[in-house]
């Protein structure tokens, strides 16, 4: 198993968790230097904040808790690419890179909607573009997102 998977693996079982919690099947791992530093799951309605996703959840109280807003040196894995909100906070917070599992044309295709592959657009068109990795256990976080969804509306 590469260390892409081995991280993938913990960010896929907080999408489960957060499911479990009530929310959307959505889970984020920081890693800096083989160690995963932080970790997240969805929690827009547990928090009643619809702006409470893995990714942007993560990024908020990982850089409050340590004051540590250059995460150049940080590699985010997230169940499912990143949505426009949270790819803008991985440029505002300078990440190192991304890893994810499946896509948001993935995702969009469960929900019968057309998806966009939100992060490539905003790396493209921001100063700072971290380096992306796609599709790592592509195929275990469809699992959990196509039990979650059509069943369940999004956001």
Known sequence: MSQDEFFMKEAIRLSQLAVEHGNEPFGAVLVKDGEIVYSNENQIYSASDPTFHAEAGLLRKFCAETHITDLQEYTLYSSCEPCFMCSGAMVWTKLGRLVYAASDID???LLDEQGSNA???VFEHSYHKPEVTGG???EESLKILSSYFPHNQKG
Do not use: G, K, P
Request: aromatic share 0%; proline share 0%; glycine share 0%.
């Open 136 to 138: 790592i256990l592509r």
């Open 119 to 121: 992060s490539h657009i």
């Open 107 to 109: 995702l969009c295709d």
